[in-house]
């Protein structure tokens, strides 16, 4: 506003720019004000959202515990589902699934179990959880002599942290299979793998039952 001579006249002028502005001033005002308390309701509901996972996923563990009891078998496959379907969003339903699976396992339904860990892969972005759910599933692959498809696992693992794990993994599929000198290389490239003082003494055991005559 320009300078005015009397108070009358700045009054006069304020009322006429109050007319002109003030509800887009009010309107800008309120946004910020409901922008600012909107975000600090998402934070707390994120939060919030979070906590709830925790503590389900906290549950699932005490009941996991011992798996031999009913109930807790009942319980880990309740919070397992409901995490996935309700907290999919979080880390909690991929640790859950990973579980559920060693549940399954221990009771023989090694088909469900494979389910339960591809759901891990195809959840999680974090690259050592798709290792470990891929070698898993390799290993139950094994279990049900579908050697193809163990060695194709195993082989999708590209994580520089799990090549022992895999390498070795890969040697028991292959021995498995009857091929005794590929078996033999795997098992040569997971003890190379191995860092520092490491040992690995099964490994030992598998290659120098595979030793060249």
Do not use: C
């Amino acid at each position: 506003m320009s300078e005015l001579k009397t108070e009358e006249e700045q009054i006069e002028a304020f009322k006429t720019w109050w007319k002109k502005n003030g509800t887009s001033l009010v309107l800008a005002v309120s946004i910020g004000v409901a922008g600012y308390f909107g975000t600090q309701a998402w934070t707390q509901s994120q939060e919030n959202h979070v906590n709830e996972a925790s503590a389900l996923y906290q549950n699932m563990m005490d009941a996991a515990v011992d798996l031999s009891v009913e109930s807790n078998q009942k319980t880990v496959a309740f919070i397992a589902n409901q995490l996935t379907d309700d907290y999919s969003d979080t880390g909690y339903a991929a640790f859950s699934q990973l579980i559920l699976a060693r549940l399954e396992v221990e009771k023989g339904e090694f088909d469900k179990a494979i389910d339960s860990l591809k759901q891990v892969q195809e959840n999680t972005e974090d690259a050592s959880l798709k290792a470990i759910s891929g070698l898993r599933i390799a290993r139950l692959l094994l279990e049900k002599q579908d050697f193809d498809a163990a060695l194709a696992q195993v082989n999708a693992v590209t994580s520089s942290e799990f090549t022992v794990q895999k390498q070795e993994l890969k040697g028991d599929i292959l021995l498995a299979s009857g091929k005794k000198d590929e078996a033999r290389d795997a098992y040569e490239s997971a003890n190379n793998a191995l860092t520092g003082s490491t040992s690995h003494p099964l490994l030992n055991i598998k290659l120098q039952d595979l030793v060249k005559s």
